[in-house]
């Protein structure tokens, strides 16, 4: 079964607060990635490889909310917060109503872009990298 998009959730808790839903979510994406590296013995006649460390970033995409609630507020804020107080929990839902199926992990916020577009919605664009382990029950 196909799960529709707008369906997707994104939990948020930065260092000094609780896990919150955050909401005027339009989008969220986390993009993956592995290192490899190469094992290849003297006198193979083909490359060998291991998987080796894991990374990943992302961003969401929220509707622009000027009485946005303090957990909104406390996601967009997160880029303006540094040192070990900068890090994050973040959880990423495909279906919000299955609260088994998701990824988890920790993360730093580093990037916001606002700005206003004459006759559209205005939008704050979130990016964030991974911090450590990511766990997956996709």
Same mark, same amino acid.
């Given at each position: 079964?196909?799960?529709?998009?707008?369906?997707? +959730? !994104?939990?948020?808790?930065? /260092?000094? %607060? @609780?896990? /919150?839903? #955050? %909401?005027? !979510?339009? =989008?969220?994406?986390?993009?993956?990635? +592995?290192?490899?590296?190469?094992?290849? /013995?003297?006198? *193979?006649?083909?490359?060998?490889?291991?998987?080796?460390?894991? =990374?990943?970033?992302?961003?969401?995409? !929220?509707?622009?909310? /000027?009485?946005?609630?303090?957990?909104?507020?406390?996601?967009?804020?997160?880029?303006? @917060?540094? %040192?070990? *107080?900068?890090?994050?929990?973040?959880?990423?839902?495909?279906?919000? *109503?299955?609260?088994?199926?998701? #990824?988890?992990?920790?993360?730093?916020?580093?990037?916001?872009?606002?700005? *206003?577009? !004459?006759?559209?919605?205005?939008?704050?664009?979130?990016?964030? #990298?991974?911090?450590?382990?990511?766990?997956?029950? #996709?």
């Amino acid at each position: 079964m196909a799960v529709k998009g707008d369906v997707g +959730k !994104l939990m948020f808790e930065n /260092a000094g %607060g @609780t896990e /919150a839903n #955050i %909401g005027e !979510l339009r =989008s969220w994406s986390l993009s993956v990635s +592995k290192d490899s590296m190469e094992t290849t /013995a003297m006198g *193979a006649t083909s490359k060998t490889f291991i998987g080796g460390l894991i =990374s990943g970033e992302g961003s969401a995409e !929220l509707l622009y909310d /000027a009485s946005g609630n303090s957990d909104y507020q406390a996601f967009i804020d997160d880029v303006f @917060t540094t %040192g070990d *107080a900068g890090d994050a929990l973040f959880e990423l839902f495909p279906d919000s *109503a299955t609260a088994s199926k998701k #990824i988890g992990f920790a993360g730093i916020i580093t990037g916001a872009e606002f700005g *206003a577009t !004459l006759g559209e919605i205005q939008v704050v664009n979130i990016s964030f #990298i991974t911090n450590g382990a990511i766990t997956s029950a #996709i």
